[in-house]
């Protein structure tokens, strides 16, 4: 059978530019420390990976692994660095200690909410305060915890005057030794975890 030179050059024409597209699919994997299936999961990252896909027309595939498939809490910050995957999200809490200058945030007295302890942040990192925290990714996004609380010690005094006379409900242990650096008996600054620790996702790209 002899084949029509036009329809053949359109077939591997068509074939060439499939391949092609196929070549330029990119595949994003994102990592995250809240289990599958969950509010956080679904409405969050599921959602957001869905609309990537279809905003990118195919040419991003998002693979979405939650709850500490691809990388432990503690590594998802180094595992996005050496690239095991491209997105992650964890709470600094299980890395306590390596953001110092973000986890400011938690100490007393610096926001009175949420949502000003989030424009806090983006303030901070706009100015380039916390570059060198993250010089190798691009932070996407930071939660951090609700306010921490300091009450009197003692149930008589409603007022007190010094940070000796308090003991403050702070969500990390990094945290509640910061606040309660001065008093004498740390034992007395028991560690409550009375919100969660401050939350991040990262990317490389």
Request: glycine content about 6%; some cysteine.
């Amino acid at each position: 059978m002899r084949l029509n030179p036009i329809v053949t050059g359109l077939a591997v024409a068509s074939a060439l530019t499939t391949q092609a597209a196929l070549a330029e699919t990119t595949t994003l994997r994102v990592a995250h420390v809240w289990p599958g299936g969950s509010m956080i999961d679904k409405e969050l990252f599921q959602a957001w990976a869905t609309s990537v896909e279809e905003a990118s027309q195919g040419r991003l595939e998002v693979e979405v692994y939650p709850g500490q498939t691809l990388t432990k809490s503690d590594k998802t910050y180094e595992s996005i660095a050496n690239g095991i995957a491209d997105i992650g999200a964890s709470a600094q809490g299980y890395t306590a200690g390596r953001f110092p200058l973000t986890q400011v945030i938690e100490l007393p007295g610096v926001s009175a909410s949420s949502r000003q302890g989030s424009c806090i942040l983006q303030s901070l990192y706009d100015a380039g305060h916390l570059d060198a925290e993250y010089a190798d990714t691009h932070p996407c996004s930071c939660s951090p915890p609700a306010p921490v609380t300091c009450t009197p010690r003692h149930s008589r005094s409603r007022r007190p005057k010094t940070w000796m006379d308090c003991a403050c409900a702070a969500p990390l242990h990094w945290s509640a030794t910061c606040s309660n650096a001065s008093v004498p008996r740390p034992s007395a600054c028991r560690r409550r975890m009375s919100s969660p620790p401050c939350s991040a996702a990262w990317s490389t790209a």
